[in-house]
Nanobody, 123 residues
Framework: QVQLVESGGGLVQAGGSLRLSCAAS????????MGWFRQAPGKEREFVAA????????YYADSVKGRFTISRDNAKNTVYLQMNSLKPEDTAVYYC????????????????WGQGTQVTVSS
């Protein structure tokens, strides 16, 4: 089992920045690729970003490319999502997830999910 706890969400004005953190416990963190997803009210959960277990590969949704950066610190068992130039349409609950994969996982490979953290961007 892997337990995931997100933090860092909040209310920010458009154009602002936030950094989300996801702390993992349980099995060896460095054996898991990690991803961030989000779900806005009335919408389906969507992929945001992913990072391989070494941190050497990253992948982003087109909607956040150039604005968001995913990173990880395996010594701290933590994955981060730096969000810059935030837009009102980024408002959502953000979830981190873990997949037992060395590379960027397919969506169905994510086995473990956190409870989410709310991000609200005001216009």
């Amino acid at each position: 089992q892997v337990q995931l706890v997100e933090s860092g969400g909040g209310l920010v004005q458009a154009g602002g920045s936030l950094r989300l953190s996801c702390a993992a416990s349980g099995r060896t963190f460095s054996n898991y690729a990690m991803g961030w997803f989000r779900q806005a009210p009335g919408k389906e959960r969507e992929f945001v970003a992913a990072i391989s277990w070494s941190g050497g590969s990253t992948y982003y949704a087109d909607s956040v490319k150039g604005r968001f950066t995913i990173s990880r610190d395996n010594a701290k068992n933590t994955v981060y999502l730096q969000m810059n130039s935030l837009k009102p349409e980024d408002t959502a609950v953000y979830y981190c997830a873990a997949a037992p994969s060395a590379t960027i996982p397919r969506l169905y490979e994510y086995d473990y999910w956190g409870q989410g953290t709310q991000v609200t961007v005001s216009s």
